[in-house]
């Protein structure tokens, strides 16, 4: 019997995974049910986007939007929770869909100590049925369980979307896996790493873009265009790229698309060697089809050289390969799992890992991709990533029939 409902708990942040993530699940998980609620919990410094909220609303996904700390039981930590939409400023239990089309003036908070508001939204479902089919919590380790046991869907699902799996994190989703009824990690090489493997299954971090038909982009003449895109951070090693590029002796571009602590740094590296450094912003979370187009157009292959090991498999590692732009990423995270079975024989030629200390090397062999080449990226992408082969792969984890 197909579902009628679907909750899920996410964070929506100006740019970042959990936005991107929570936009594609729900355009791909749509057509699944007859009705999705999103409950956004904010998280600090990550700011709110309200056009991605406005996105949602726009496919038929109400969303509901918690800011500060919640309430836990003990009533230790207090916190307010604000619908978005034309009746923030009515009682919790009155929704409506946030639209996007005007600005969050902010509502009436709930009293403090009241967490089980924020399973109203969910528990409200037509019909009065009250209690969901499913529930879905994208990360937000602390306050899912929570949620999860207040909900009481018939089916819920941790999705834990990031490589980590220090002993700590494995002790927390050993307690979670008595909460929910899957836990599913976001990639195959996370999966491998979790004891209880059971209790395992991966689903890859999905892209906000649809497939894109028609030829690849001819390769533009020049020196060997490199490309960066994310969060500008020590950890994401763009400043170790930076480094690498600067003090290469063969001519050679980076063009680097994002904000974070780096960026101020990365300026002052574009000012002295403005033929070799350009910085092309960030960009909304809602807008990322329009911008990437462009930016993976005028590059010839996307480095992802993170240094840290709780990565899962980069969206932008996706994206590159959908627009037919090779990858070059260091063995770290999730991106293991491109030298694994799961995904099919590895193809160095489309996705190269490299340990950090061999980037150097790596940077200075590659040469411009070949048609030939963008074509089997593309081709990789569809073979694996695709809306069609997600939406298939997660109602199977949902155990949705097909039709």
């Known amino acids: 019997m197909k579902p009628r409902s679907l909750v899920i708990f996410s964070s929506l942040p100006e740019v970042g995974g959990h936005t991107t993530t929570t936009l594609k699940l729900c355009e791909l998980l749509r057509p699944m049910f007859g009705d999705i609620r999103v409950l956004i919990k904010d998280i600090p410094g990550h700011g709110f986007s309200a056009s991605a909220a406005g996105e949602l609303s726009r496919i038929g996904v109400r969303v509901a939007r918690c800011q500060s700390r919640l309430c836990l039981p003990g009533g230790r930590i207090s916190e307010g929770c604000e619908p978005q939409g034309e009746r923030a400023s009515r009682p919790f239990g009155d929704w409506n869909s946030y639209r996007?089309?005007?600005?969050?003036?902010?509502?009436?908070?709930?009293?403090?100590?009241?967490?089980?508001?924020?399973?109203?939204?969910?528990?409200?479902?037509?019909?009065g049925r009250g209690r969901p089919d499913v529930?879905?919590?994208?990360?937000?380790?602390?306050?899912?369980?929570?949620?999860?046991?207040?909900l009481r869907a018939r089916q819920s699902f941790y999705y834990h979307i990031t490589h980590e799996l220090n002993p700590p994190v494995l002790r927390q989703l050993r307690i979670y896996s008595a909460f929910f009824s899957k836990l599913v990690f976001i990639s195959p090489a996370t999966a491998r790493r979790y004891p209880s493997r059971g209790a395992a299954v991966w689903a890859v971090q999905p892209t906000e873009l649809a497939m894109r038909p028609g030829p690849v982009a001819a390769r533009l003449p020049g020196p060997p265009r490199f490309g960066f895109l994310g969060r500008l951070t020590a950890e994401k090693g763009v400043g170790v790229l930076a480094d690498l590029i600067e003090k290469s002796q063969a001519p050679c571009e980076l063009h680097i698309a994002g904000r974070g602590p780096e960026e101020e740094a990365l300026r002052r590296r574009q000012e002295k060697n403005p033929g070799r450094f350009f910085l092309h912003g960030a960009f909304a979370a809602s807008a990322r089809t329009d911008f990437l187009g462009g930016f993976f157009s005028g590059i010839d292959r996307l480095c992802v050289p993170s240094l840290d090991d709780r990565e899962g498999i980069p969206n932008v590692i996706l994206e590159a390969l959908q627009f037919g732009v090779p990858v070059l990423a260091t063995r770290t995270g999730g991106m293991r799992s491109f030298a694994m079975g799961e995904l099919g024989p590895a193809e160095p030629d489309v996705v190269r890992l490299v340990e950090p200390h061999e980037l150097p090397e790596a940077l200075a062999a590659a040469s411009p991709p070949s048609s030939e080449l963008r074509g089997r990226c593309r081709e990789y992408y569809g073979r694996f990533f695709s809306d069609a082969v997600l939406a298939s792969r997660w109602r199977k984890l949902l155990s949705i029939p097909a039709g």
């Open 135 to 150: 529930f879905l919590a994208v990360g937000m380790r602390h306050l899912s369980p929570v949620l999860a046991l207040l």
């Open 100 to 127: 996007g089309d005007e600005p969050h003036t902010g509502g009436t908070p709930v009293p403090p100590g009241k967490i089980r508001e924020l399973a109203t939204f969910g528990h409200a479902l037509p019909g």
